[in-house]
């Protein structure tokens, strides 16, 4: 029996921003929980999280059941983890630290099937194809299938322009922490240097009539950016809820005569 995958995260995009966390802990449960939170996408990290390819599929089936869009970030933009990552059914990918046209280019090879591209061919074997039951998976896997890539340099912003021109990109994802680290403010995310050069991005990317999104914890800058045309937002984390939730928790019942941290 065909079955149908869910429209991809680009067509999702458009008609007003959509507003996402980060699920980086490798939770199934945890991510369960921001799944049916009412927020409009998920980001699933493997570049800085503990999660390796079960857990990354583990992750997918558990917020399948719910009305959310997950998008998975890449360690980097290496063609076997593009094509592992595709193949156990991410259908919307984040590739970091892309600095140029030519590595955009080339991360667009690694998603398409030959002749457009280099991926492999394993549909029969893997979640994304529902192991064959999509019906004509190879001859649409880019419709089902959408590329973002993130401009976290000085180079990339530089480079935002010819980037987000490259056919296959869908879009581009901005990344302050990284882009302050590579402007000598590491850690100063909110520098009026860096958010310069982020709106700086955002221009050159939506001249070229692509839609832009950025991370943004903070809700005023979250909000600037968002004024300023940002397509898609990244506002919080499931590990860093956790921690100030709990550390809030600890705050409140300090000097109250309860045991807090094992002392009293």
């Not at 990109?169 to 590491?186: E, I, K, Q, R, T």
């Not at 692509?210 to 990244?234: E, I, M, T």
Request: hydrophobic fraction near 45%.
């Amino acid at each position: 029996m065909p079955l149908r995958l869910d429209p991809p995260f680009r067509d999702r995009l458009g008609d007003r921003p959509r507003i996402g966390m980060w699920v980086t802990s490798g939770s199934p449960v945890v991510a369960e929980i921001c799944a049916g939170s009412g927020l409009d996408w998920l980001l699933v990290d493997t570049e800085h999280s503990p999660a390796g390819l079960e857990t990354v599929q583990s992750l997918l089936q558990t917020i399948a059941a719910y009305p959310i869009t997950p998008v998975v970030r890449a360690p980097s933009g290496d063609a076997v983890a593009l094509k592992q990552l595709l193949d156990l059914g991410a259908q919307n990918l984040l590739v970091p630290m892309v600095d140029s046209a030519e590595e955009a280019e080339a991360v667009v090879r690694a998603v398409r099937y030959p002749p457009r591209g280099v991926r492999g061919v394993g549909s029969a074997l893997s979640r994304s194809a529902r192991w064959n039951r999509v019906e004509d998976y190879l001859a649409k896997a880019e419709e089902f299938t959408s590329l973002f890539v993130q401009i976290e340099s000085t180079a990339g912003v530089a480079a935002a322009a010819g980037i987000a021109a490259v056919d296959g990109v869908d879009g581009v994802f901005v990344g302050p922490s990284d882009l302050a680290a590579s402007m000598g403010l590491l850690g100063k995310q909110t520098h009026p240097d860096v958010t310069a050069a982020v709106l700086s991005t955002f221009e050159s990317v939506r001249a070229q009539g692509k839609p832009v999104g950025v991370n943004a914890f903070d809700p005023a800058q979250a909000q600037r950016y968002l004024d300023a045309g940002a397509s898609f937002v990244l506002v919080g984390a499931d590990v860093t809820l956790l921690a100030q939730g709990s550390e809030a928790l600890a705050r409140r019942y300090e000097g109250d005569g309860r045991t807090v941290s094992g002392r009293a």
